[in-house]
């Protein structure tokens, strides 16, 4: 018999095995998918690592600690709940782990970084509220594939030690518990299926296991793959009524069906209507599982405006507060928003999230990055350029009048209006022949051009969007893209899972994105990035390292 049983082969439950299998511990490692499906949505991320007063960091002359990481943090996550308890604990715990070991046992492990960290979730507000008071993003060379296949390599040394033993198409519907306690798992094996990593696969039941261990740790991921439990779970008295469309940022494997199983073993899920879904979706031109979209990681100086043309208002502006623009956006009574730009944004500013849509970093080779977004002159990156060709949501034009009759072309809808997005333009473009400025992204650039990494490769240079010398124009139509559950089920500092009455539910555990990425959700109402994938390595960790499991 095992030791314990992992039911999910994303980053958290490698994470959690390799620790186990270190410690001499036998296991089972469960996934309903096909085995190349293995390191599950952190294989697809950019590879973004939240970490805290790093050489990267110092090299790039920023200044961070970990009391400026944990005001940050307790800023953006709001904690107002009883049930706070746990997530507070473990965000304090996590930030204590991205300013203390956690780069020097990555990089022990093998992980490297890309020498320019990026600044996500600026904020926009005071210095008590939501978001990054410095860059921390970390982007690992190899993006999501280079994070996950350190901890793969770890779990396959174990299992050619026959420590670990991994089991692909089992599907499990139910934890077996006995006397209160969790003892095993049980569920259906799933016929064989051809599809590549992210396809859907089928669901055909091929016969039933049961198989016995006296630990259990759920590492199934959460609901951004599920329209109907993102719908049920929606925040309506915080954001309003949930968008009428959605494109999904996560496979459909994502779809939060162990919550509920989880939950009917005695786990208890807190914060469910703390959720994280971006504002800057469009539709993949060459999608891999349905509805596929992906999230534009937006430098600071494109103007984003509403369904009708009306510019949003700060802290709306790109990259800066994801949750109040994403409130903002649906208040119109439309689920979609426009940016619009110039040829020298999309070329410095413009990144798409997804290891795949990132080549360069992907394949950790300097000459390919100097090569894509060095040497290409006016062009943006090869994916970028494929998206502004191929993509429905993209809008190029050299004059205005040209972009407005596309935009009303891609909707359907004569909403834009010419001259009064030629009014707000012109207004800003006044803006930009002096240093100083009253609107606040105009000073936003400027801030962020202070920065060195921003200046070299992601803020281009302030420029009038209406000089034909700086087109051609774009516009690109902007959707809700469903991506990750904050709450979760609720766990202490062991990864244990916590039932309703407040005591720890024997032989049960839970990690990564189905435990709120720790505690039933450490980020509280807002996330800071790379707190994701670091979150699902930390909690992993954690449970593979507590001595609870027998």
């Given at each position: ?144 594939p280079g994070v996950m296949e350190q901890f793969e390599r770890r ?22 518990m006995e006397n209160g306690a969790a003892k095993g798992v049980a ?364």
């Amino acid at each position: 018999m095992a030791d314990a049983i992992i039911v999910g082969g994303g980053l958290a439950g490698l994470a959690a095995a390799a620790e186990l299998g270190d410690r001499g511990k036998k296991v089972i490692l469960l996934d309903q998918e096909p085995e190349r499906f293995l390191g599950g949505q952190a294989f697809w991320s950019l590879g973004g690592l939240f970490m805290v007063d790093t050489p990267e960091q110092r090299r790039m002359g920023i200044k961070d600690s970990r009391e400026l990481a944990m005001s940050d943090w307790a800023g953006s996550a709001g904690f107002d709940r009883t049930e706070d308890a746990w997530p507070r604990k473990w965000a304090e715990a996590y930030v204590d782990f991205a300013a203390g070991d956690m780069r020097s046992w990555l990089h022990d492990m093998g992980l490297r970084w890309f020498p320019v960290v990026g600044w996500a979730e600026r904020g926009g507000s005071f210095a008590t509220g939501h978001g990054n008071s410095v860059p921390r993003f970390h982007i690992t060379w190899g993006t999501g594939p280079g994070v996950m296949e350190q901890f793969e390599r770890r779990v396959r040394e174990h299992v050619a030690n026959g420590l670990i033993e991994m089991k692909f198409r089992h599907q499990v519907s139910r934890i077996i518990m006995e006397n209160g306690a969790a003892k095993g798992v049980a569920g259906e094996t799933l016929a064989e299926d051809s599809a590549e990593r992210g396809q859907s696969t089928n669901r055909d039941v091929t016969g039933d296991f049961e198989l016995l261990a006296p630990s259990v740790i759920v590492t199934s991921g959460g609901i951004g793959g599920n329209f109907d439990l993102v719908r049920k779970a929606w925040p309506r008295d915080r954001l309003g009524e949930p968008p009428a469309t959605m494109i999904k940022g996560v496979p459909a494997h994502v779809d939060g069906r162990m919550i509920a199983i989880a939950e009917a073993a005695g786990g208890h899920v807190i914060n469910g209507d703390r959720m994280w879904h971006y504002t800057e979706g469009v539709k993949n031109w060459d999608p891999i599982w349905p509805d596929h979209g992906i999230r534009i990681l937006p430098g600071p100086s494109s103007m984003w405006f509403d369904a009708r043309g009306n510019r949003l208002a700060p802290p709306c502006l790109p990259g800066f507060d994801t949750l109040a623009t994403l409130r903002e956006i649906l208040k119109t009574g439309f689920d979609y928003s426009w940016f619009v730009l110039t040829q020298k944004v999309i070329k410095k500013e413009f990144a798409l999230s997804g290891s795949e849509q990132n080549p360069d970093f992907t394949s950790a080779k300097w000459s390919e990055v100097i090569r894509q977004r060095i040497l290409a002159g006016a062009k943006a990156t090869g994916p970028v350029e494929a998206f502004k060709q191929h993509g429905e949501d993209f809008v190029v034009a050299d004059t205005l009048g040209e972009l407005v009759a596309g935009m009303n072309r891609v909707t359907g809808r004569s909403l834009i209006d010419e001259a009064a997005l030629q009014a707000q333009i012109a207004a800003r473009d006044l803006q930009v022949d002096n240093p100083f400025s009253k609107d606040a992204q105009m000073m936003a650039i400027h801030a962020a051009r202070n920065y060195r990494g921003d200046r070299l490769i992601r803020t281009a240079k302030p420029h009038k969007f209406l000089d034909p010398a700086n087109g051609p124009l774009i516009a690109v139509r902007l959707h809700i893209l469903t991506r990750k559950t904050l709450g979760g089920l609720q766990t202490d500092l062991d990864s244990r899972a916590i039932g309703a009455d407040g005591e720890v539910v024997p032989g049960l555990f839970a990690a990564g994105e189905v435990a709120g990425f720790g505690g039933g959700g450490y980020h509280g109402y807002n996330a800071l990035e790379g707190t994701f994938l670091g979150g699902c390595i930390f909690s992993g960790r954690n449970a593979g390292r507590s001595d609870s499991v027998a």
